[in-house]
């Protein structure tokens, strides 16, 4: 994979050859602060701290599994011109660095939000291998959200000192949001009298990690792959023996292996988020909430 992007950036940089290294343009026409997130999540938290002083793109097209993101002309062009680029680290853009030198945007901040984040090792040594040591759905975790917006106030700020204390004062304000979206349920999660459930892959280890759940999965971390007969009827017996009566499905995730299962136990399909792309309605923390309210009600 990452030879594929290595070939496909030497291409680019020849259309962009005597184009790359001048500093990007510090505001847009309309005077925000042009900056490119890497995938959906990001794009929300950012907008939320930047307000009405940002301009954000996404690099990664809709529909498009970012771990499988191979770049184009276009997403060449849009960091080029940014001032301001959010990935959020631990592995899930194994193609950033690469494309960052290739854009040759000297002025350009780079934010890696999840940089503080306390990181989950990958158990699956073919994951290791393909994807690298950590899982890197943080963004899915209250706390580590909180941590991850931290590092984008610092960024924006850095970017475009002026607007700092506008940074700060949204940052401060989500924040406050998301601490207390964990503490209630950490409340709530303490009262249940199960801590077990399974979704379409293996995102959601660090809101486990938060709640003290357990997370199992028809996928793995990056789902690359269906069940085979063996993993399935572990599947089942696991099901019955947690008594778990919901699966969780993701648009990212095909659910027909999720759906029989579900027969197969008498359980119940319900769709949850994973903020890698804008499957859901709302902003980034009312489908944050949601998740949070679908989990709890089916653990009561």
Not at 13 to 35: D, I, S, W, Y
Not at 156 to 174: H, I, M, R, T, V
Not at 217 to 244: D, I, M, T, W
Request: hydrophobic content about 40%.
């Amino acid at each position: 994979m990452k030879r594929i992007v290595l070939l496909l950036l030497a291409g680019l940089l020849t259309l962009f050859a005597g184009c790359g290294g001048k500093k990007a343009p510090a505001k847009t026409a309309e005077g925000r602060l042009p900056v490119v997130a890497s995938f959906y999540a990001m794009k929300e938290i950012t907008e939320a701290i930047g307000g009405d002083k940002v301009a954000v793109t996404t690099l990664i097209p809709e529909g498009t599994e970012p771990h499988e993101f191979q770049p184009t002309t276009r997403s060449m062009k849009d960091l080029s011109r940014a001032r301001v680029l959010v990935l959020q680290g631990l592995g899930m853009e194994p193609w950033a660095e690469d494309m960052v030198k290739a854009a040759e945007n000297p002025g350009l901040v780079q934010v890696t939000a999840a940089r503080d984040v306390a990181p989950i090792a990958n158990e699956d040594a073919e994951e290791i291998r393909e994807h690298g040591q950590y899982d890197p759905h943080a963004w899915l975790s209250p706390s580590c959200a909180q941590v991850e917006a931290a590092a984008i106030v610092r960024g924006l700020s850095q970017a475009d000192p002026d607007n700092a204390a506008y940074y700060q004062a949204n940052g401060e304000k989500f924040i406050g949001r998301l601490r207390q979206l964990e503490k209630t349920y950490k409340e709530k999660f303490q009262s249940v009298p199960r801590k077990d459930f399974v979704t379409g892959h293996a995102a959601f280890a660090y809101l486990c990690r938060d709640f003290g759940l357990e997370q199992n999965s028809v996928e793995g971390v990056f789902a690359s792959g269906e069940p085979n007969a063996r993993q399935l009827a572990k599947l089942v017996e696991y099901c019955r023996e947690h008594q778990v009566n919901t699966i969780f499905t993701e648009a990212a995730v095909s659910p027909k292996t999720s759906q029989a299962l579900a027969r197969e136990v008498g359980a119940k399909v319900v769709p949850i988020h994973t903020l890698e792309g804008g499957e859901g309605e709302g902003d980034y923390l009312q489908q944050m909430e949601e998740n949070l309210v679908r989990i709890y009600e089916s653990l009561k």
